[in-house]
């Protein structure tokens, strides 16, 4: 009975500090995850949780731990802020991960993501046929931010009082060189039509393109495993 009174007291003590201390620490460290504030957050739950559920671990510095970690995590969002080289060596760069509708594979193993994850982090966006894409950046939270190509952020159907064309959306049909042949038969079509349409873009095998995608009208677009951009723009902090 008296442990599970001084987990009850802990509880009603910890936790109002925990707010108090995250308010403190900002909306940034909320709303966000950089790997500073991620860290920050599982150190905070390591030393809550410990302090919680064995009695026998003095309570006070578990306070003094919360309190500091709180400081500390405050003190480098304010040199963060002051210092962009500070900034920059603990946490991530964003990445281009799309560019002008073709994907970067080698910034995308860099990432750790795969091609399926980007795939549903646009249609998060909205976005359903990659070849729509300017640009797409994973940002150093982890987040995506996506750019549209100008001509794909036409007026809206009411701007012009004709009826809305039908959506436009792209599945795909080869992933890192294995083709997706249930894709093809459900459009209606075969590997001999993919074989000649990518031998149309100059490819002899499969193994060689990275992603491929077919819209509603049958039209493919291919990313290749040499499709690199010498000139792309760089995205800092």
């Given at each position: 009975?008296s442990?599970?009174?001084?987990?009850?007291?802990?509880?009603?003590?910890?936790?109002?500090?925990?707010?108090?201390?995250?308010?403190?620490?900002?909306?940034?460290?909320?709303?966000?995850?950089?790997?500073?504030?991620f860290?920050?957050?599982i150190?905070?739950?390591?030393?809550?949780g410990?302090?919680?559920?064995?009695?026998?671990?003095?309570?006070f510095?578990?306070?003094?731990?919360v309190?500091?970690?709180?400081?500390l995590?405050?003190?480098v969002?304010y040199?963060?802020?002051a210092?962009?080289?500070?900034?920059?060596?603990i946490?991530?760069?964003?990445?281009?991960?799309?560019?002008?509708?073709?994907?970067?594979?080698?910034?995308?193993?860099?990432?750790?993501?795969?091609?399926?994850?980007?795939?549903?982090?646009?249609?998060?966006?909205?976005?359903?046929?990659?070849?729509?894409?300017?640009?797409?950046?994973?940002?150093?939270?982890?987040?995506?931010?996506?750019l549209k190509?100008?001509?794909?952020?036409?007026?809206?159907?009411?701007?012009?009082?004709?009826?809305?064309?039908?959506?436009?959306?792209?599945?795909?049909?080869i992933?890192?060189?294995?083709?997706?042949?249930?894709?093809?038969?459900?459009?209606?079509?075969?590997?001999?039509?993919?074989?000649a349409?990518?031998?149309?873009?100059?490819?002899?095998?499969?193994?060689?393109?990275?992603?491929?995608?077919?819209?509603?009208?049958?039209?493919?677009?291919i990313?290749?495993?040499?499709?690199?951009?010498?000139?792309i723009?760089?995205?800092?902090?």
């Open positions: 009975m442990d599970l009174l001084i987990i009850v007291g802990r509880v009603l003590t910890i936790l109002p500090l925990l707010l108090i201390v995250t308010l403190f620490m900002g909306k940034r460290a909320i709303g966000e995850l950089p790997v500073f504030d860290l920050v957050i150190t905070l739950a390591s030393v809550v410990a302090d919680i559920a064995d009695p026998n671990i003095d309570h510095p578990t306070i003094i731990a309190i500091l970690i709180g400081l995590q405050k003190i969002s040199v963060k802020l210092n962009r080289q500070v900034g920059r060596l946490t991530f760069e964003p990445t281009i991960v799309v560019y002008e509708g073709t994907f970067l594979q080698r910034n995308l193993k860099d990432t750790g993501f795969s091609i399926d994850n980007i795939l549903q982090m646009l249609r998060d966006k909205g976005v359903f046929d990659v070849n729509e894409v300017e640009i797409a950046i994973i940002e150093a939270n982890g987040s995506l931010s996506v190509k100008p001509e794909k952020n036409p007026v809206t159907a009411e701007d012009l009082q004709i009826n809305q064309p039908p959506s436009k959306i792209s599945y795909p049909v992933v890192e060189g294995v083709i997706h042949s249930k894709v093809l038969e459900a459009r209606n079509l075969n590997e001999e039509w993919l074989q349409e990518l031998r149309n873009k100059g490819i002899t095998n499969p193994k060689d393109v990275f992603f491929a995608s077919i819209n509603l009208l049958n039209e493919i677009e990313s290749t495993y040499e499709d690199q951009f010498n000139e723009p760089p995205i800092q902090h």
